[in-house]
């Protein structure tokens, strides 16, 4: 059984029913935006694998209008990273933080990776030509970080955080720390708790507090961190790896 499209709102009326169907979820293509709330739903029934991403959501992903914006905050990280060798996006979607990071980072090398092969086909690949993007699910993933050791002075989760399996992401932290060399550099962007707000369906908020106690646990240490004026709900930290 495959399910290739769901609507968001479909999505939310089956998630009752769909919870019946265990022995073929992995079959269950996730979907768009969507899927993310979608995989936080279901992350209790361990997916074996999310294998690809098929809505109609993929057209309304990309977000016009937001260019200014993405200009601003990667200037403001360039101002903390001035020239980076090496950067990882992971998360990177449509590619449109690393289209702004060629611009700031001219002789950069830069990667992206992620889950949604058809966000990729459609978007990044056109939009970044020339930057090496793996598809991949950083929650199950076991071989890019061993292959890809010490390789990037950044790495940035734009996004993504708030996505995630709860129970995944201090392995995924375990991850990017591998990833990170020696006094690098991660960059997390992340759905902010307020006073109004600690959580939304299928979003963790994290206050910056307690994403850089999650941090710190994982061998990065906080060098700055602020709500993000730019985008709304947002609030980002730069974060550093400790020296052994
Ligand atoms: C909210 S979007 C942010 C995209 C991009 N960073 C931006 O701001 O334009 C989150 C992205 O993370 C990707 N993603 C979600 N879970 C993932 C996972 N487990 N592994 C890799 N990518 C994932 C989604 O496909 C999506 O493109």
């Given at each position: 059984?495959?399910?290739?499209?769901?609507?968001?709102?479909?999505?939310?009326?089956?998630?009752?029913?769909?919870?019946?169907?265990?022995?073929?979820?992995?079959?269950?293509?996730?979907?768009?935006?969507?899927?993310?709330?979608?995989?936080?739903?279901?992350?209790?029934?361990?997916?074996?694998?999310?294998?690809?991403?098929?809505?109609?959501?993929?057209?309304?992903?990309?977000?016009?209008?937001?260019?200014?914006?993405?200009?601003?905050?990667?200037?403001?990280?360039?101002?903390?990273v001035p020239k980076p060798e090496a950067v990882l996006?992971?998360?990177?979607?449509?590619?449109?933080?690393?289209?702004?990071m060629?611009?700031?980072w001219p002789g950069t090398h830069l990667e992206?990776?992620?889950?949604?092969?058809?966000?990729?086909?459609?978007?990044?690949?056109?939009?970044?030509?020339?930057?090496?993007?793996?598809?991949?699910?950083?929650?199950?993933?076991?071989?890019?970080?061993?292959?890809?050791?010490g390789k990037f002075d950044l790495?940035?989760?734009?996004?993504?955080?708030?996505?995630?399996?709860?129970?995944?992401?201090?392995?995924?932290?375990?991850?990017?720390?591998?990833?990170c060399k020696?006094g690098g550099y991660?960059?997390?962007?992340?759905?902010?708790?307020?006073?109004?707000?600690?959580?939304?369906?299928?979003?963790?908020?994290?206050?910056?507090?307690?994403?850089?106690?999650?941090?710190?646990?994982?061998?990065?240490?906080?060098?700055?961190?602020?709500?993000?004026?730019?985008?709304?709900?947002?609030?980002?930290?730069?974060?550093?790896?400790?020296?052994?």
């Amino acid at each position: 059984m495959k399910i290739k499209q769901i609507s968001g709102n479909i999505l939310t009326g089956l998630h009752r029913v769909l919870l019946h169907f265990g022995p073929y979820r992995k079959w269950i293509y996730s979907c768009g935006l969507d899927s993310l709330k979608f995989k936080r739903y279901y992350r209790d029934l361990h997916f074996d694998s999310i294998v690809g991403i098929a809505c109609s959501d993929v057209d309304g992903y990309k977000d016009e209008g937001d260019n200014q914006k993405i200009v601003e905050l990667v200037d403001n990280l360039a101002r903390v990273v001035p020239k980076p060798e090496a950067v990882l996006d992971i998360g990177c979607g449509t590619g449109r933080y690393l289209k702004q990071m060629e611009v700031v980072w001219p002789g950069t090398h830069l990667e992206g990776i992620d889950i949604s092969r058809e966000i990729v086909e459609k978007f990044t690949c056109k939009l970044v030509p020339g930057v090496p993007i793996h598809v991949l699910d950083i929650e199950i993933d076991e071989s890019f970080h061993i292959e890809n050791r010490g390789k990037f002075d950044l790495v940035c989760m734009i996004g993504i955080i708030q996505v995630l399996s709860l129970k995944r992401v201090p392995g995924i932290l375990d991850k990017v720390n591998v990833l990170c060399k020696e006094g690098g550099y991660l960059y997390v962007q992340f759905y902010v708790e307020t006073e109004e707000k600690k959580s939304d369906v299928g979003y963790k908020r994290y206050s910056i507090e307690e994403l850089e106690t999650l941090l710190a646990k994982h061998g990065f240490t906080m060098i700055e961190s602020a709500r993000t004026d730019i985008l709304k709900d947002y609030a980002y930290i730069v974060a550093w790896k400790t020296l052994e």
